[in-house]
Structure formats: C-alpha cells, structure tokens
C-alpha cells in the first residue's frame, strides 16, 4: 500500500469548514483513500472513501487531486463533536487485507 | 444488532498470567482485525483474518495468537502476559477488502 503523510495537528472554529489535506504521492491506479476518525478512547469511524472521483456523503467530502497524489477531506461545518484524531488509509485489493493506520491528524475544532 | 462487541471492557492481569480477548461481530462478516493503541500513539495492527478458520500477522503480532474458528467470533489470546502488553485493544471488523471497518468500543487491559 502507499505511504500517507498528514500534518500532525490542526485547528478549526466551529461552524467554519475543516479541511484535512493527505499526501499520497506514491499510489497507484487501483489504490483507494479512505479516512477514519478516533474520537478520543472510541474506537474508529469510517468517514468516507474514493477511488478518483469526489466523493460526499452525510458526513464529510473527499476532494482527490487529478493525478490522485493528494486528498482533502472536508468536514463542511464542524462542530465541538468533531474534535477527533482523523486517519487518511490507501488500500489495495490482493496484499491491503491488512487495515493499518498511520499516526493521522489531530483536529481541534475551538468554539 | 450489536455491531461489534469486545469482551471484557477492562482486566488488570499480573505479569505471567494468560487471558483471552472475545471479538463478536453479528453483522456476517468476513474480515476482522486486531489492534493494540497505546498513550499517544495511533493503532497498530495485531492479528486479521480474511475468513472462518484463516489468521495471519499485522505490524506487532509477537506475543499474541489469535483463533477465528467460527465466523462471527475473532480471539485474540495472551499466552504470558508481559507490562508492555498493557494497552488498549480495538476489534473491528468488514464485509471485504474494500468496505469500511466497524470498530468495537475497545478493552483496556493493564498488566501488573
């Protein structure tokens, strides 16, 4: 799987939007992104995946640049709840069974 | 529908003893996947399983043997345990390679 890179911390107000940006310069045609989220002493929560389109759901969207060599993921309006450490993953049929995290990014969305 | 349950939330264990972790998921998957995450640090992979009756090893698999004799459970077993095993343990399971991760609400297990 390609290696992701992603600041260490980050700060938000509430109410703005948050963009986490992930640096994937190395993936490969048939790499997805994927993001989680740990909200402190949960366990991990899927968010949001993509191939080479942008992608939104419910929770958040995923801005994948044309040569797929970075990602943002957007949090439209964040709020307090959305104080987590958020994980960008590249997976990979046939060798990516394995599921492993990075260090991720801690966001702090200040009231 | 529970998702993923972990058994027991906490246990403190003395140095040399043995214990299993108990991993139910009720949702028919077949992947499921063992992570241990320390103070400060993100979660590093243990054990996963592919399917019933498969394990195979993560980033930190010493110490530690797992067992998926049936679908829905994965256990993760501590022969002798050591302090540097105490942390918290996240399950998690999925329905394949590329679907997303459902994680359990973790044990935190101390070791004395």
């Known amino acids: 799987d390609a290696k992701t890179t992603q600041p260490t911390s980050m700060d938000c107000a509430e109410g703005r939007a948050a963009n986490l940006p992930c640096n994937h310069s190395?993936?490969?045609?048939?790499?997805?992104v994927y993001w989680y989220r740990q909200i402190h002493s949960q366990g991990p929560q899927y968010i949001i995946h993509?191939?080479?389109n942008n992608e939104t759901n419910e929770m958040a969207s995923l801005i994948i640049t044309e040569d797929r060599k970075s990602s943002t993921l957007i949090l439209p309006h964040a709020t307090l709840r959305d104080t987590a450490v958020y994980y960008c993953?590249?997976?990979?049929?046939?060798?990516?069974?394995?599921?492993?995290f990075g260090k991720g990014t801690k966001l702090t969305v200040n009231p | 529908n529970a998702g993923v349950t972990q058994t027991p939330k906490f246990r403190v264990l003395k140095t040399g003893q043995s214990m299993t972790l108990l991993c139910a998921q009720d949702?028919?998957?077949?992947?499921m996947y063992w992570y241990r995450q320390d103070p400060g640090m993100g979660l590093r992979l243990i054990h996963y399983?592919?399917?019933?009756?498969?394990?195979a090893k993560g980033e930190v698999p010493d110490g530690y043997n797992v067992s998926r004799l049936k679908k829905q459970n994965f256990l993760l077993g501590l022969e002798s345990a050591a302090p540097s095993q105490t942390s918290v343990y996240f399950c998690?399971?999925?329905?394949?390679?590329?679907?997303?991760?459902?994680f359990g609400q973790g044990t935190r297990l101390t070791v004395v």
């Open positions: 998690a399971s999925s329905r394949g390679w590329n679907t997303e991760a459902f």
């Open positions: 190395t993936i490969s045609g048939n790499e997805y």
């Open positions: 993509g191939l080479k």
């Open positions: 993953i590249v997976r990979t049929q046939g060798g990516s069974e394995k599921l492993v």
């Open positions: 949702m028919n998957h077949e992947y």
């Open positions: 399983s592919v399917g019933e009756g498969t394990t």
